[in-house]
């Protein structure tokens, strides 16, 4: 294959539309399903972004709101895969990416793995790693943690009703969810280190949540830090004076962010910021120091999600295609099983 693409979430499904447009061949994998990141966001999800924002090489995204919910979502990025005719190995991993000698067919090797453990290695000419940046969530580092009733995961709330929730974070997956849980009959304290919500807090959401608190519908803990989480309470350390203070509880969904996995990357030996988590690459190109090695989407921001997301991530795809369709045949998938 010409273009081997490592993860199918939005921006990888738009840097294989762009390929397809161009008539470069290419394969997506993902360890999961398709936008497997859009599967986990809770089923009443409504984007913040309308839907003109977050279409894939023109193809019209129709919704019946300006902003598309969870399910349209999906729905519109099945369509733009089929459309497109897109070959994506979903439920196979990727393993390893090693270069081969000079850029031309069979530059690169991947080794993949199947739900089933059948290996397979690939070859091809390019590869672009576009695995986002929710892999692995931001953990708070305290005993307790791996309790079973803390998650950093949130779906729903009616689980939570008559329960008391601690909520950790001040973006906004801990707002929607404060205000979700009250209105099951949840008892929800949000607890955040900063004084405040963070900034970038959808806008309608602040009314609502700022009067939650005001009324004592939602308790709100700000500066404050949790540092154990027991079977039937948890410890919160006020940040300005350090004290300490228990209170009951039966659940916490600690929704402090998440970060890229750079392991695939690093051991193909593309260099990534140790501060910023950016993985070193040329933004005109989105080209990373190994040559015919490509990053895109959220990736690309490192621990930075809010810098580049779907409306902005999903021109990638024309970038890398750019550089890449001077001197380039059309090619064709090869495997190894």
């Not at 470069?24 to 993902?30: E, I, Q, R, W, Y």
């Not at 009616?158 to 209105?183: C, I, K, T």
């Not at 308790?219 to 209170?247: H, M």
Request: net charge negative; glycine share 12%; hydrophobic share 40%.
């Amino acid at each position: 294959m010409d273009l081997a693409i490592v993860g199918a979430g939005p921006c990888g499904i738009g840097v294989g539309a762009a390929a397809r447009k161009a008539g470069v061949s290419a394969v997506l994998f993902d360890k999961g399903p398709l936008c497997s990141s859009l599967v986990g966001y809770p089923p009443f999800t409504t984007f913040f972004s309308t839907s003109e924002k977050l279409e894939i090489e023109g193809l019209p995204f129709v919704t019946q709101q300006n902003s598309p919910t969870r399910r349209e979502a999906l729905t519109y990025y099945r369509g733009v895969t089929r459309f497109f005719d897109l070959s994506v190995r979903q439920y196979e991993t990727v393993e390893a990416i090693e270069r081969g000698p000079g850029r031309g067919s069979g530059g690169f090797r991947l080794r993949t793995r199947r739900r089933t453990g059948a290996e397979t290695i690939w070859q091809a000419r390019a590869v672009v790693v576009v695995t986002g940046g929710f892999d692995a969530p931001n953990l708070l580092g305290v005993p307790g943690e791996d309790l079973p009733k803390v998650s950093h995961f949130y779906r729903e709330a009616h689980p939570y009703w008559d329960q008391d929730v601690v909520v950790v974070g001040g973006r906004n997956s801990a707002v929607e969810a404060s205000l979700e849980l009250f209105r099951v009959g949840a008892r929800v304290t949000l607890v955040h280190f900063g004084h405040d919500l963070d900034d970038g807090v959808k806008p309608w959401l602040l009314p609502d949540i700022r009067n939650r608190i005001k009324d004592g519908e939602v308790r709100a803990r700000w500066r404050t830090r949790v540092v154990e989480i027991l079977p039937d309470s948890v410890l919160l350390r006020d940040e300005d004076g350090g004290s300490i203070e228990a209170i009951p509880n039966d659940w916490v969904l600690a929704l402090t962010g998440w970060k890229p996995d750079h392991q695939l990357l690093l051991s193909a030996g593309v260099p990534v910021d140790p501060k910023t988590g950016v993985p070193e690459h040329d933004p005109e190109t989105m080209e990373t120091p190994v040559p015919g090695l490509f990053i895109a989407g959220v990736l690309a921001a490192g621990y930075d999600a809010n810098r580049i997301f779907i409306e902005n991530g999903r021109f990638h795809g024309g970038t890398i295609i750019g550089r890449l369709r001077p001197g380039m045949a059309q090619g064709s998938e090869t495997a190894q099983g």
